[in-house]
């Protein structure tokens, strides 16, 4: 017999992979702006961040609606509060995206200075972390969740090998400052985005194991 709860799970879900979807994207459009010094491009991102916000008020009132209509067992309570987690994370995606816009936006009025490789290099590493981490939850794959979780320290080696270069080349042409210092902030908000990556791949394994990781090396240690 199906249970009540099952259409209410679905609709979530379809809601939060719609979110995550529309958070891809604006990622990717952001970048995009910073590559083409597009300022059209980065109030596209402002306003598709708005739509973000939207969805993630629309799965607050629909938890709050299930949880007020329906009696949730403990494995529809567990599901409900990663799906809000979740959409927290991806919220934030969403502002660490127009974030990378305002970069955008600021070095298009500014003296030429390409992103080096390695910045693309790191934005690739944390979108594909967030792409993953996502499709973790569709399939509900505890491995694809774990191996997202193995590469976040790729991520923060990434960025630090990337700050170190670019302060670097400011010591060498202090010129070129205020372009590098955005560079800077650029990685600093994709390293974010591995964060809230990892973030829902520990949300990933909670649903499917019933076990909470979230800072489970800190605590270990605190023991």
């Known amino acids: ?39 059209p491009l980065a ?34 309570l567990r599901e409900i509060f990663s799906i809000k987690m979740i959409a927290t994370d ?32 790191l934005a690739r590493s944390a979108i594909d972390m967030l792409r993953r981490a996502l499709d973790a939850y569709a399939r509900s794959d505890v491995e694809t969740a774990r191996g997202v979780l193995d590469d976040d320290d790729l991520v923060d080696a990434e960025e630090e090998e990337f700050i170190a270069q670019e302060l670097a080349e400011i010591a060498g042409d202090a010129a070129i400052a205020p372009q590098a210092v955005d560079l800077i902030l650029v990685a600093k908000n994709l390293e974010r985005v591995a964060d809230h990556a990892t973030n829902i791949a520990e949300d990933v394994i909670l649903i499917i194991e019933a076990q909470n990781i979230k800072h489970a090396t800190k605590l270990g240690a605190a023991k």
Do not use: C, H, W
């Open 1 to 39: 017999m199906p249970r009540t709860f099952d259409p209410v799970i679905r609709e979530l879900r379809g809601m939060l992979l719609q979110m995550g979807s529309r958070s891809e994207a604006i990622l990717e459009k952001s970048l995009q702006a910073l590559e083409e010094r597009s300022e």
């Open 43 to 76: 109030d596209e991102v402002d306003v598709d961040d708005i739509d973000i916000d939207r969805l993630d008020v629309a799965i607050d009132l629909a938890i709050l609606e299930a949880l007020a209509l329906n009696a949730p067992v403990a494995g529809d």
């Open 90 to 121: 991806l919220e934030r995606v969403g502002d660490l995206a127009r974030n990378i816009a305002k970069s955008a936006r600021r070095s298009a009025n500014r003296a030429e200075l390409d992103p080096p490789a390695e910045l693309y290099r």
